[in-house]
């Protein structure tokens, strides 16, 4: 069991981040933000594959009139991205934005500072610090001479120290580099100074698999530290496998559960079935299906029904013949053509409450 660790409590719209809530999934769009028609599609595409939280990058203040028209045609959290522009944050907030991720010391005087914080005061918007390894500020370079865990922190003490003076505590922090090891450390050196919620991530992780891997390293290992309110996985990817991979770091880790979790063994000389493309087949077909169970497709009657046994529904497979278990029981022998088809009516059934 992961002992999570106590945070202040922020609301992002409807959600509260930190605090024991849920770890909520973020990503973020790619499209241009003035395209408000591409953007939505793009959120409601990612709506749809369990994405809670997206953010976006606004680049001007054409791109923040249309968040107001964004924010009407989705249902989850909109996150602004604002680079050094306060009169860009501004308008984002009046426009209905849930959450601002901005790092003060970057705006400029206090007196713009304060017009952006005294804004998010006013509609209750929060403000993520995004501290990243390849941006960090001229002086903790030339102090820490790379941008190291320690840099990083310096950093994000920083710019709260700004924002906890003008008394404001809405505050979720981020402290993202590509380097898996300096992130880790710079998120468990930071947890251990303040209280505030952290959305984690490991930033320019690369394409599909190398990305997965690093992510799923990086992040895990801080989930299983209890570290860890809101993630991201970055991928050079259509962001709906952003939200797919997050999706499955939680549920590797038994954290969230957002459908089926499949167990398989990687075969080997004893298997005497084509198991590997029938558990992608079955993996494929059901993989969207959101009933939260475990599904074992196991390779031979000599290790697969002990694994079998253990899951929700579970095959052992044979030569001609697999043996199906329901709950840790063998239910009947099916012939191995037929495990894709049996397993999907057990599992249809399962969703519509029928007994079989
Ligand atoms: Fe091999 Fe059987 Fe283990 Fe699969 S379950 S890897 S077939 S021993």
């Known amino acids: 069991m992961i002992k999570r660790r106590e945070t202040l409590p922020v609301r992002v719209g409807e959600l509260i981040v930190g605090n024991q809530n ?125 941008p190291t865990a320690e840099a990083m922190v310096e950093s994000a003490l920083k710019h709260i120290d700004i924002l906890e003076k003008l008394h404001f505590d809405q505050i979720i922090v981020s402290l993202k580099a590509s380097d898996v090891v300096q992130t880790v450390e710079a998120y468990r050196l930071l947890s251990s100074r303040v209280q505030y919620p952290l959305h984690l991530g490991i930033t320019e992780a690369g394409t599909m698999r190398h990305g997965i891997i690093k992510s799923s390293m990086g992040i895990g290992s801080m989930l299983l530290d209890g570290i860890g ?38 075969t080997c000389g004893r298997c005497q079935y084509d198991m590997i ?33 253990e899951a929700d529904l579970g095959i052992a497979g044979g030569k001609d013949h697999a043996v199906l278990f329901k709950k840790g029981v063998a239910i009947r022998k099916i012939a191995t053509a037929d495990i894709m088809d049996t397993l999907e009516q057990e599992i249809r059934a399962l969703e519509e409450g029928r007994i079989t």
Not at 104 to 126: L, M, T
Not at 241 to 264: D, H, M, P, T
């Open 22 to 146: 849920p770890i909520w999934v973020q990503s973020m769009t790619n499209t241009q933000t003035e395209d408000v028609v591409s953007t939505i599609a793009q959120i409601k595409k990612l709506e749809e594959a369990g994405c809670e939280i997206v953010r976006l990058a606004v680049l001007n203040i054409e791109a923040a009139r249309g968040l107001a028209q964004i924010k009407k045609a989705i249902k989850i959290p909109l996150v602004a991205d604002i680079h050094y522009d306060y009169r860009i944050a501004l308008k984002c907030v009046e426009n209905g934005v849930d959450k601002l991720r901005i790092n003060p010391g970057n705006i400029g005087s206090i007196e713009r500072i304060k017009a952006v914080v005294d804004a998010c005061k006013d509609k209750s918007v929060p403000i993520r610090i995004g501290v990243n390894g390849g941006s960090l500020e001229k002086e903790i370079l030339e102090k820490y001479r790379r």
């Open 229 to 266: 309110d809101t993630l991201r996985v970055s991928l050079t990817e259509d962001p709906v496998e952003e939200v797919k991979a997050a999706k499955g770091i939680l549920s590797g880790l038994a954290i969230r559960r957002f459908g089926i979790e499949f167990v398989s063994c990687p």
């Open 277 to 309: 493309d029938i558990a992608k087949a079955v993996e494929l077909k059901l993989g969207d299906c959101k009933l939260p169970i475990t599904v074992a497709i196991m390779g031979c009657p000599v290790n697969g029904p002990g694994e079998a046994r």
